[in-house]
């Protein structure tokens, strides 16, 4: 049973480049979330998704986007990767009511 | 309104003591109030959870007290042991999950 699948683990990008950090989920639930962790702030709230098709901004959305074509995927797109993205990226999936299952997280660079 | 402060941000326990962290939160209408426990590199797990109707909830070695009216709720662990060694985060939900910053806790043997 996989969970919640994170790829790539680790990345390096320079300022400006663009990336999409991938998630998949193989639970069939119908909420999933991007959280970024810095040291000493906990975990914030990216963007989230209710349903395919769904998505909403969460406490810090300013500089990503996200999509959701399908239950499994929800993939997290930075169109200009600044420093102050760098950062450790967890994505998360839950059922309705259900407790958040995290993926092992993608470490990203921008230098 | 939507914060949750957590504390202490590092905690150093012996091998048997009980662990203690706190948080407190502002949105009287948070109902779902969890605890995650984090390993490094991996991310977080859920731990223990409570709602507001209940004071006090125990899973084995953890628990979960719950003050409605001081807007605090707290972790407990008994016994610690080296391999709790981790960072455990509160967290307080209406529609979505806001994390506290999280406690280092270290169990020394």
């Known amino acids: 049973n996989a969970g919640v699948t994170q790829t790539p683990k680790f990345r390096i990008l320079k300022i400006g480049q663009s990336m999409t950090l991938q998630c998949t989920q193989d639970?069939?639930?119908?909420?999933m979330y991007w959280y970024r962790q810095d040291p000493g702030m906990g975990l914030k709230l990216i963007y989230y998704?209710?349903?395919?098709?769904?998505?909403d901004k969460g406490e810090v959305p300013n500089g990503y986007n996200v999509s959701r074509s399908t239950t499994e995927d929800f993939p997290l797109r930075l169109e200009l990767a600044a420093p102050s993205q760098t950062s450790v990226y967890f994505c998360?999936?839950?059922?309705?009511?259900?407790?958040?299952?995290f993926g092992n997280g993608t470490r990203l660079t921008v230098t | 309104q939507q914060q949750v402060k957590q504390s202490p941000q590092s905690l150093i326990v012996q091998k048997g003591g009980i662990s203690i962290i706190n948080c407190a939160y502002e949105?009287?209408?948070?109902?779902?109030f969890p605890w995650y426990q984090q390993f490094p590199g991996k991310g977080p797990a859920l731990l223990i959870a409570?709602?507001?109707?209940?004071s006090e909830k125990k899973e084995g070695r953890f628990t979960i007290s719950f003050n409605k009216s001081a807007k605090q709720f707290s972790l407990h662990i008994m016994d610690s042991q080296p391999g709790d060694s981790a960072t455990y985060f509160c967290?307080?939900?209406?529609?979505?999950?806001?994390f506290g910053t999280g406690t280092r806790l270290q169990v020394f043997p």
């Open positions: 998360a999936s839950s059922s309705t009511g259900g407790p958040l299952h």
């Open positions: 639970m069939n639930h119908n909420y």
């Open positions: 998704s209710v349903g395919a098709g769904i998505t």
């Open positions: 949105n009287t209408a948070f109902d779902y």
């Open positions: 409570i709602r507001p109707d209940v």
């Open positions: 967290a307080a939900s209406v529609n979505k999950l806001i």
